[in-house]
T-cell receptor, first 114, second 115 residues
Framework: AQSVTQLDSHVSVSEGTPVLLRCNYS??????LFWYVQHPNKGLQLLLK??????LVKGINGFEAEFKKSETSFHLTKPSAHMSDAAEYFC????????????FGTGTQLKVEL | GAGVSQTPSNKVTEKGKYVELRCDPI?????LYWYRQSLGQGPEFLIY????????DSGLPNDRFFAVRPEGSVSTLKIQRTERGDSAVYLC?????????????FGEGSRLTVL
């Protein structure tokens, strides 16, 4: 079974400093991986996705993630945090070959301080 | 509307009661999904519709849960004999194509509280 592990339940950064949200995946084959963001009282929004093309994936709002097969990781980064980035972030895996069941991690709550 | 719409946004009910949650997907989206998000957890898959039919209902926890999409658009998630453990946010999502291609667009969810 495929799964993702988000290593930090909470991350706190200062505005203007880099963001790193960690995610490791477990999969027998090359999976499709995603990052979603959930702002308070808003629906989940897709930030970016990896589907076996380029290993460095750029998403919206300046976020990017790098797929590292040797480390089974798909960490989310942003060079400079903004107050509006405060939200919950979910790392997500989709089974190899497609399929309907996205498997979500437990989420990382990002706090951005002045 | 422009996005996925879910009603009610909040529902409080008593143990043993019947509940219906509605999802109105983005116009033209053929695929519709239900997920459940418990406190402190990521969303968990419940069921997937392609058109009017349930293509995959393997995530429904038991036979108290049922979902329909009779005309291939609006979907209703039905929960019979609710239990306190059913308390969660129920999320609906839709996509233009099937799960291999289309991005999932999520609604804001229906928060169910069973007392």
């Amino acid at each position: 079974a495929q799964s993702v592990t988000q290593l930090d339940s909470h991350v706190s950064v200062s505005e203007g400093t880099p963001v790193l949200l960690r995610c490791n995946y477990s999969s027998s084959y090359s999976p499709s991986l995603f990052w979603y963001v959930q702002h308070p009282n808003k629906g989940l929004q897709l930030l970016l996705k990896y589907t076996s093309a380029a290993t460095l994936v750029k998403g919206i709002n300046g976020f990017e993630a790098e797929f590292k097969k040797s480390e089974t990781s798909f960490h989310l980064t942003k060079p400079s945090a903004h107050m509006s980035d405060a939200a919950e972030y979910f790392c997500v895996v989709r089974p190899t070959g497609g399929g309907n069941k996205l498997t979500f991690g437990t989420g990382t709550q990002l706090k951005v301080e002045l | 509307g422009a996005g996925v719409s879910q009603t009610p946004s909040n529902k409080v009910t008593e143990k043993g009661k019947y509940v219906e949650l509605r999802c109105d997907p983005i116009s033209g989206h053929t695929a519709l999904y239900w997920y459940r998000q418990s406190l402190g957890q990521g969303p968990e898959f419940l069921i997937y519709f392609q058109g009017t039919g349930a293509a995959d209902d393997s995530g429904l926890p038991n036979d108290r849960f049922f979902a329909v999409r009779p005309e291939g658009s609006v979907s209703t998630l039905k929960i019979q004999r609710t239990e306190r453990g059913d308390s969660a946010v129920y999320l609906c999502a839709s996509s233009l194509g099937g799960p291999r291609t289309g991005e999932l667009f999520f609604g804001e969810g229906s928060r169910l509280t069973v007392l």
